[in-house]
């Protein structure tokens, strides 16, 4: 039972576009969701996160929107740099409680200079 | 500030056979955890220690076993290795008490292959 799903396995976007990484969550308990960014042959790096008190939170080039209500996230990266190039992780868990983090499967990027 | 490390970065065993992983923590960070990420799958929680005393773990049986010492090191042992144990393992530290401690510092990871 996947509670953090990422649908798309890759994406290709041209050097200078927008990318839109999604991710959708079963789990309504989920109250903060994070994203992390792994280069091969790396551990997952901390990206971004959000907290379900907001709908939106922005790094830079790097946005994360929420939609509680359809239980949906996504991670906009504007522009895309050939650097972005890596494999995007959604996690979640609730803010309260004794629950680790819950990862989806990823999707891997590819930006095309 | 040292970042978080792990080894060996690679290693082969046969089925049946013990290993040993060893991770080193982010300096001050009281709390590690430790994931599986095999081929095609995100990460998924196998337990975490905080000061030396495990403080949760994840749906995986006891032949997983883990270790924590006082100066920030830690060992995930997996003993009557199985085919499906091949996998990266990777160790996470964090400053937080809890399993919900938010931002991870992860190692590359050991990727472990079973034969």
């Known amino acids: 039972d996947q509670q953090v799903k990422q649908n798309s396995p890759s994406l290709s976007v041209q050097e200078g576009r927008i990318s839109i990484l999604n991710c959708d969550y079963t789990n309504s308990m989920f109250d903060y969701f994070l994203w992390y960014k792994k280069y091969p042959a790396e551990g997952p790096t901390f990206l971004i996160s959000?907290?379900?008190?907001?709908d939106k939170n922005e790094d830079g080039r790097f946005t994360v929107f929420l939609n509680k209500s359809a239980k949906h996230l996504s991670l906009h990266i504007v522009p895309s740099q050939p650097g972005d190039s890596a494999v995007y992780f959604c996690?979640?868990?609730?803010?309260?409680?004794?629950?680790?983090?819950?990862f989806g499967k990823g999707t891997r990027l590819s930006v095309i200079a | 500030e040292t970042g978080v490390t792990q080894s060996p970065t690679h290693l082969i065993k046969t089925r049946g056979q013990q290993v040993t992983l060893r991770c080193s923590s982010q300096?001050?960070?009281?709390?590690v955890s430790w994931y599986q990420q095999a081929l095609g799958q995100g990460p998924q929680f196998i337990f975490q220690?905080?000061?030396?005393?495990?403080?949760g773990r994840g749906n995986f049986p006891p032949r997983f076993s883990g270790l924590q010492f006082p100066n920030y090191s830690s060992e995930l042992n997996v003993n009557a290795l199985e085919l499906d144990d091949s996998a990266l393992y990777l160790c996470a530290s964090s400053l937080g008490v809890g399993l919900n401690t938010g931002e991870l510092f992860f190692g590359e990871g050991s990727r472990l292959t079973v034969l």
């Open positions: 300096s001050g960070h009281n709390t």
């Open positions: 220690y905080y000061r030396e005393e495990e403080n």
């Open positions: 959000i907290s379900s008190i907001k």
């Open positions: 996690a979640a868990s609730p803010h309260s409680g004794n629950t680790p983090l819950v």
